[in-house]
Nanobody, 122 residues
Framework: VQLQASGGGLVQAGGSLRLSCAASGRTFRSYSMGWFRQAPGKEREFVAGISWGVGNRYYADSVKGRFTVSRDNARNTGYLQMNSLKPEDTAVYYC????????????????WGQGTQVTVSS
């Protein structure tokens, strides 16, 4: 699976962005997808995940209620809708895919997109 993330940009605090993650391959529906972010000087952290199959959703506490993860298997695309953005959300955002594993653990994801920069100004 090859992943291509897009949709990042510069937005004011309180604004919204929608990230997309386009996947190649016909087996996208068989992969769970995760979104991670990495700010300068910090470790990569889990943001949100959505399982394959029934599409169970998981969120980091810091984004719960503001971000929504979804997927469209027919379009081989995953999404991260980000609302009420805060300056502390500023980071490079990555999408990732895995067949199995803990949704919050980046080491379990075998496929990664290139990252897209999100900058939230105060």
């Amino acid at each position: 699976v090859q992943l291509q993330a897009s949709g990042g940009g510069l937005v004011q605090a309180g604004g919204s962005l929608r990230l997309s993650c386009a996947a190649s391959g016909r087996t996208f529906r068989s992969y769970s997808m995760g979104w991670f972010r990495q700010a300068p000087g910090k470790e990569r952290e889990f943001v949100a995940g959505i399982s394959w199959g029934v599409g169970n959703r998981y969120y980091a506490d810091s984004v719960k209620g503001r971000f929504t993860v979804s997927r469209d298997n027919a379009r081989n695309t995953g999404y991260l809708q980000m609302n009420s953005l805060k300056p502390e959300d500023t980071a490079v955002y990555y999408c990732a895919a895995q067949r199995a594993g803990a949704y919050y653990d980046p080491s379990g994801y075998g496929y990664w997109g290139q990252g897209t920069q999100v900058t939230v100004s105060s």
